[in-house]
Every structure is written in C-alpha cells, then in structure tokens.
C-alpha cells in the first residue's frame, strides 16, 4: 500500500503561484509514476500532470501546459506541482495519485490507471 499525501494549497490571486507538494509514504515507492488531478465544484476529475519514476518523461494536459511544471524527487519522496500564471478556473482540490503497480508503463493521462490516491489540498484562485 502506498499512502500519499498532498499539501502546499491555499488561496492565491490571479496571475499568482503555488507550490503543491505530495509526499509517499508505505511500502516502497520505488518505480512508481505518479499523476496531478483536479476536481473543481460540479465537475470530474481532470488530469493535469504525471512523471514516471526516472524523472525523464512528463506528460501535461493542454488546459495547463506552459504554467504548471511536475518536478519529482525520489530521495525525498515528493512529486510537485509548481503552479504560475493561476486563474480563477483552476479553482479546485488538488489531488496526486500513483497506479496499482509500480513497474506501470502504460498511459499516464489515463485516470483509471492511478489507484492509490491523496485526500487533497484546495486551492483557491481569487479574481
């Protein structure tokens, strides 16, 4: 089992920055990609950003490519989501998540493929 647990939200002007932070903990880590999604009031989670395990490929949905950055370090446990240029339409919770297995190689935008999942940091995006 593999716990993770997402911090680093809070409330952020437009045209602001955050950084949001997911920390694992539980059996190894190792291997494993791990993804950003969101959910704002009324709507499904969306897919942001994931990285797998090497650091050397991570994948972005278009809403957020070019302002958000996932940057992941293995020693510490943590994969971030630095966030620039907010908008009040990112208003939302923010949840990580990793898939079943750590040795996964299929689609990362994929939701049904994360399985271990964050409870979530809400940010919120003021006009």
């Known amino acids: 089992q593999v716990q993770l647990a997402e911090s680093g939200g809070g409330l952020v002007q437009a045209g602001g920055s955050l950084r949001l932070s997911c920390l694992a903990s539980?059996?190894?880590?190792?291997?494993?990609?791990t993804g950003w999604f969101r959910q704002a009031p009324g709507k499904d989670r969306e897919f942001l950003a994931a990285?797998?395990?090497?650091?050397?490929?991570?994948v972005y949905a278009n809403s957020v490519k070019g302002r958000f950055t996932i940057i992941r370090d293995n020693g510490r446990r943590t994969v971030e989501l630095q966030m620039d240029g907010l908008k009040p339409e990112d208003t939302a919770v923010y949840y990580c998540a990793a898939p079943r297995d750590g040795d996964y190689t299929g689609s990362l935008v994929d939701i049904d493929a994360y399985t271990y999942w964050g409870h979530g940091t809400q940010v919120t995006v003021s006009s």
């Open positions: 990285i797998r395990w090497s650091g050397d490929t991570a």
């Open positions: 539980g059996r190894t880590f190792y291997g494993y990609p």
